[in-house]
């Protein structure tokens, strides 16, 4: 085995920044210069470290590797969509690192049975290649996807660096190539009008926040695009669509806790959009257009007094007159609504409640009363997540659904609007001897210091004998109203299997059990997300569940900034603290209106550039500001990628270089040719999962463990 190097030592260049007249000095900003020879050699060094500091576990990670390798049907095809005189699908082959796109012909207009396809299927059409698109780039995303109406043409773009900007591709497919359009540097999410003769498309400022929304007329130079909407206010981020019925091209305008919407005819996309609702500070809503009693109308979801929205139905040609409002479905404590759809004959409502997603649908009825009652789809187990799928047929009696939870892999239902049955089109294969049988999932509740209940999902392999406390992986999030719902993980065996019990802390600051949740842990009131998790962990331990010998705790993005506060407040909790691509430098980037996506961030965490209460309480729970020479911290591995835009990789590299000053144990792992969703191509994407993995499992004493 090759000696394992001495630790790199970043060098301490001190400068000095000041606000609100405190002065903090700052050793290791200098590793933001990206491209200084230095830093590159430092990130280089970190790695060559941490692979020396890891070799022990190269026949884990293969093993983990193959493992995953091993229960995933690598040639596979999802359940074809109908949309038009089509019906798509991707699939991916075997050795491929990329899915394909295709499509194959409905049969006739009462074709509403998803085809079965084989491979080699004659009538297959691949719409666009991946795996053709990635050749030669070490990175590949694909961004904006959108199939024009009438089916002729593909808007398609892509990234090849990591950077989140793509260039938009318009492919003829009646020839299956490209068209003479190309335009660079833009954002996902390009739309077609109705008729195919505009893309709409959204651009980034040098924040990499979309600002911009452009028509494109389809065969022309992208230097003749015109810019139809420009959002100044820096919090604000906009998009666009299309509504499911094709009457409205829809311009979504957003901050974390304001929106507008504007509508414009989609038979007129030269027209000039026009405003739903004007903005209007912490007044969030959204827009679906539906056609009721034979009318125009839109669907509202609005937060306006109704904490947990509510939706109301309004005039589509006057939007703005509340003497045509009406409540369609009302606001209620404990039912966090979060989206609603509109068919020819139905609506879908998606919500939450209990801590968990729902589905019901709203049958549209002839009469005074239009809307039916709500009738929730109902499912069995106790922890599961259902969202509705692809959906995008006005006329279409099915509704798509995705379902799955914990021990139940990916599953696909269409609900029958009209009998009201569900028939299941797919089940995720898991190859191998894989039983949910074997596998139990469970909820339990901690209670934080000032007596808020805190859910923790979990879920383990069924043992003959009990035997307690367990090795334990704790994962934590707690930012942006997100909810890490129960799902299931094929890579995820690979622990469960060596006797490890998964556990999600739902601690405050998403959105699990409704926007309340969320108020409560963002601002200045974050630190109840790191407080919650270290009761959950603590709750785990009282119940002899797990053990500071036996516990990981996992985060990522802002779940990162998570792991850094709970490395701070609560070291002694955790035999490891995994964070990949974590948020640890907060106060130095929300202090830096220069740096990408920072001024939408004040919503969320305040302003401390500002606002000097808020810069004091961010000062108090940054990571990076509160390391201490006199903490005795857990091993900690960081992952980061070079091309990051929404966390820099220098944030977890000024960490780990303070924290190994500290005398922590500490690994860092830079990819150099990925971003912030880490590398792409599914087999890099399993090794990548094979080594944090082995990680975790070395740091909870399994490192030789075989599979159960």
């Known amino acids: 085995m090759t000696p394992v190097p001495d630790a790199p030592r970043a060098e301490r260049r001190p400068v000095a920044r000041t606000h609100h007249g405190d002065t903090v000095i700052d050793d290791y900003e200098w590793l933001r ?8 050699a430092y990130l280089d060094a970190e790695n060559a470290f941490t692979r020396a500091s890891t070799e022990h576990l190269a026949g884990l990670r293969e093993n983990v590797f193959r493992e995953i390798k091993a229960r995933t049907l ?13 019906w798509y699908y991707s699939r991916t082959a075997e050795g491929r690192q990329y899915g394909i796109h295709c499509r194959i012909p409905v049969s006739g207009d009462d074709d509403w049975t998803p085809p079965e396809v084989a491979p080699g299927d004659e009538r297959e059409e691949v719409l666009l290649d991946d795996n053709v698109e990635a050749e030669g780039t070490d990175f590949y995303s694909l961004g904006s996807f959108d199939v024009s109406t009438d089916g002729r043409l593909l808007a398609y773009s892509v990234d090849t660096t990591g950077d989140e900007r793509y260039t938009l591709y318009i492919r003829d497919l009646e020839t299956a190539t490209n068209r003479t359009d190309v335009v660079p540097n833009t954002s996902p999410g390009a739309t077609f009008s109705p008729d195919a003769s505009v893309v709409f498309y959204p651009t980034v400022d040098d924040a990499w926040r979309p600002d911009t929304i452009w028509r494109h007329a389809v065969g022309t130079d992208a230097s003749r695009d015109e810019a139809v909407f420009r959002e100044p206010d820096e919090r604000f981020w906009v998009g666009v669509g299309l509504t499911r019925s094709g009457r409205f091209l829809v311009l979504d305008i957003a901050s974390k806790i304001t929106s507008e919407v504007r509508i414009l005819d989609g038979h007129d996309a030269y027209g000039e959009f026009r405003v739903v609702w004007p903005r209007r500070e912490g007044v969030e809503y959204q827009v679906e257009h539906a056609v009721v009693s034979g009318e125009d109308r839109l669907l509202v979801v609005h937060n306006d007094g109704a904490e947990d929205f509510e939706v109301v139905d309004v005039a589509a040609d006057r939007p703005r007159d509340e003497s ?11 039912r966090r609504i979060e989206e ?10 998606e919500y939450r409640r209990d801590g968990l997603t729902r589905v019901a649908v709203i049958r549209l009825v002839d009469g005074d009363e239009p809307f039916g009652p709500i009738d929730e789809i109902p499912f069995d187990e106790t922890l599961f997540q259902v969202a509705t799928g692809e959906n995008p047929e006005w006329t279409q009696q099915t509704v798509r659904l995705g379902y799955t939870s914990f021990v139940t892999p990916s599953t696909v239902y269409d609900f029958s609007v009209l009998d009201g049955t569900m028939t299941q089109l797919k089940c995720q294969r898991v190859q191998g001897d894989y039983d949910p049988l074997d596998y139990e999932q469970e909820r339990v509740w901690a209670r934080a210091d000032d007596g808020t209940r805190i859910p923790i999902s979990l879920v383990s392999r069924r043992l003959d004998e009990p035997r307690m406390p367990r090795p334990t992986l704790l994962y934590g999030y707690g930012s942006y109203e997100a909810s890490i719902d129960p799902g299931f993980s094929v890579a995820r065996l690979s622990l469960l299997d060596r006797g490890v019990v998964f556990a999600i802390a739902h601690v405050r600051g998403g959105g699990e059990l409704g926007r309340h949740w969320y108020e409560q842990g963002k601002m200045l009131t974050k630190k109840n997300t790191f407080t919650d998790f270290v009761a959950a962990a603590d709750e785990l331990i009282r119940l002899g569940r797990s053990s500071p010998d036996l516990m990981v705790a996992q985060g990522a993005s802002a779940g990162g900034l998570l792991m ?8 002694d909790r955790f035999a490891g603290i995994l964070a990949q691509v974590p948020f640890v430098d907060a106060l130095t980037s929300i202090l830096d209106p220069e740096l990408p996506l920072t001024v939408i961030e004040w919503d969320e965490w305040g302003d401390p550039l500002h606002d000097a209460q808020v810069y004091a309480y961010m000062k108090s729970y940054s990571p990076y500001e509160n390391v201490r020479d006199d903490i005795r911290y857990p091993p900690i591995l960081a992952v980061t990628s070079l091309n990051d835009t929404r966390v820099l990789y220098v944030e977890p590299a000024k960490w780990i270089a303070r924290l190994r000053q500290a005398g922590a144990p500490v690994l860092l792992i830079t990819e150099m040719t990925a971003g912030h969703g880490g590398v792409s191509g599914r087999y890099e994407r399993w090794k990548e999962l094979a080594e944090v993995y082995a990680w975790v499992l070395d740091r909870l004493g399994l490192g030789a463990a075989e599979a159960l």
Do not use: M
């Open 33 to 40: 210069e990206k491209d200084d020879p230095a830093v590159r």
């Open 74 to 86: 690598e040639t596979d095809l999802s359940v074809p969509v109908r949309h038009g005189r089509y």
């Open 324 to 334: 045509a409002w009406r409540t369609v479905v009302a606001a209620s404590t404990g």
């Open 340 to 349: 609603v759809d509109a068919f020819a004959g139905h609506l879908t409502l």
């Open 564 to 571: 850094g506060a709970v490395a701070n407040i609560a070291p």
